[in-house]
C-alpha cells in the first residue's frame, strides 16, 4: 500500500467555525500516486536457475581479471565516482555475444526489459 501524506493545501476550506471565525482546513492523508515504491528485491531470485546469463557469471568469475582492476584509478577515499565492476562488464560483453547482439543500443533496451 502506497504512503498517505499529510496536506492541507488545495482543500476547500470550511465556513464559519463554532467560534465565529474561520476554521483552519481539515488536514488531510491523501495518497501519492506518482511516489516511487521501493520493494526488497533479490536479483539472485528473479533469475532462473538455468539462465544462460548464470553460466556466463560462473564463467567471468573464474578469469583472472587482475590487469583490468590495476588500470582502475578511483581508490580508497580519494574524491570521485566508483568505477563499474570489471566483471560486469566482461559478463555483459559475454553474454551480449552469445546472444548474438552487437548494439549497443540493443543492448541497453535488452538491460532495461530483462532481469539478466
Avoid at 467555525?17 to 481539515?26: M, S, Y
Avoid at 521501493?38 to 536457475?49: G, I, N, S, T, Y
Wanted: proline fraction near 7%.
Amino acid at each position: 500500500m502506497a504512503e498517505l501524506t499529510v496536506d492541507s493545501a488545495q482543500t476547500p476550506r470550511a465556513g464559519d467555525g463554532a467560534g465565529g471565525g474561520v476554521a483552519e482546513p481539515p488536514r488531510l492523508r491523501r495518497p501519492d500516486r506518482a511516489q516511487v515504491v521501493f520493494e526488497p528485491l533479490c536479483l539472485e531470485q528473479r533469475l532462473a536457475a538455468d539462465h544462460p546469463a548464470r553460466a556466463v557469471w560462473a564463467v567471468v568469475e573464474r578469469l583472472d581479471l587482475t590487469k583490468f582492476y590495476d588500470e582502475i584509478e578511483a581508490r580508497g577515499s580519494a574524491p570521485g565516482r566508483a568505477a563499474t565492476d570489471p566483471r560486469l562488464l566482461v559478463a555483459l560483453g559475454l553474454f551480449a555475444t552469445i546472444e548474438n547482439v552487437g548494439s549497443a543500443r540493443r543492448l541497453e533496451q535488452l538491460g532495461l526489459e530483462h532481469d539478466a
